[in-house]
């Protein structure tokens, strides 16, 4: 299949999947039952299994895995979900054929792409500026980013909080190699960070919001003005190339999980809390930073701002070839969007 073009998909399926998408954009009850009746995969095959990558600040799919609706709308296919610290690991399992499908931030699909992995973005939640940041100490001397220079900051290599401190670098006027960047998973770069190993951490949410409240750092920047910090669904070429009714379930019920999140937050919290082990008011602070988040495929403004991310990392030096973001974007109208992004 020629990498430059969308999946195809054939007619019936594709009108099923654009019903689909058009009810997860509508406001529907969470009581009310799922728009379009069993069997879920009329004219499909179901796959004989579905390997989901997961991180802790995947909300929508955390809600999902804790109520159980996917196994019921997938009765016939053994899901199975695994746990990740970032998502170049994520992305990683993924492109060996560990995962059929998986949720990162912005920048892990990049390296992807970049390295030449064989993925495909399928869906997108809405941007997330608050979720993220760049945090020092409350007693550090560090004021303005500008005062990075020279400094150490904490990263993990390759996520979306990779491309928040490459625009924060950028929006204080200083050059990739003013600061000295220190590649540390999350867990790793925090350790670092309270023992005051690294002068700065660039991080997002819960692990941004766990350690506001533990310890009161400061952020000298969030998201705002610097990323949107966009989350992507991923996919293997062969599962989006042969169960797209599949992906329109995962939609509803993924967007059915941001629907219990907007109006039960009592109880999305309590799932939240059960599965991260992340105390109640960690939990809670994050959801309130999260905007609604319902599941669809991406549209050409969310393409030409991915294409931003980048054309960034290229600049820098950070991946080693130019990328077309257009050209791995699976699409169930069969749209070309490589114009549009371009456009923008």
Avoid: C
Wanted: glycine fraction near 6%; charge should be positive; hydrophobic fraction near 45%.
């Amino acid at each position: 299949m020629n990498a430059g073009h969308p999946l195809p998909i054939h007619t019936p399926v594709r009108r099923r999947l654009l019903q689909v998408l058009a009810l997860t954009a509508a406001s529907w009850s969470l009581s009310a039952p799922i728009a379009l009746a069993q069997p879920a995969l009329a004219g499909e095959k179901p796959p004989e299994q579905l390997r989901i990558g997961y991180q802790k600040s995947a909300v929508n799919l955390v809600v999902a895995k804790q109520s159980g609706w996917l196994e019921k709308r997938l009765p016939q296919t053994r899901v199975s979900w695994i746990e990740f610290p970032a998502g170049p690991q994520l992305l990683e399992a993924l492109a060996v054929g560990s995962l059929e499908f998986g949720l990162t931030g912005d920048s892990p699909p990049v390296f992807a792409q970049a390295a030449g992995k064989d993925l495909v973005y399928v869906g997108a939640e809405p941007p997330k500026p608050d979720s993220s940041a760049i945090l020092t100490l409350k007693d550090s001397p560090l004021r303005t980013l500008a005062d990075l220079k020279g400094r150490k900051v904490a990263l993990q290599k390759g996520s979306s909080a990779h491309y928040l401190l490459v625009r924060a670098v950028e929006k204080a006027g200083l050059q990739w190699s003013d600061i000295q960047p220190v590649y540390l998973a999350p867990a790793d770069a925090r350790a670092a960070f309270e023992r005051g190993s690294v002068d700065a951490w660039a991080i997002w949410d819960p692990f941004y919001t766990a350690t506001e409240l533990a310890i009161a750092p400061r952020a000298l920047a969030t998201g705002r003005e610097l990323s949107g910090n966009n989350s992507f669904y991923l996919a293997s070429r062969p599962f989006a190339t042969r169960h797209a009714q599949t992906l329109a379930v995962l939609f509803e019920e993924l967007t059915r999980a941001d629907r219990l999140v907007q109006e039960n937050r009592k109880e999305a919290i309590k799932l939240i809390a059960d599965f991260s082990g992340l105390d109640a008011g960690v939990v809670s602070l994050f959801l309130q930073r999260r905007p609604k988040s319902p599941v669809g495929p991406l549209s050409a403004q969310t393409v030409a701002d991915q294409q931003r991310v980048a054309d960034a990392f290229l600049r820098l030096g950070l991946i080693p070839k130019p990328v077309a973001v257009a050209q791995i974007v699976w699409r169930p109208d069969g749209v070309r969007l490589a114009q549009a992004a371009r456009s923008n």
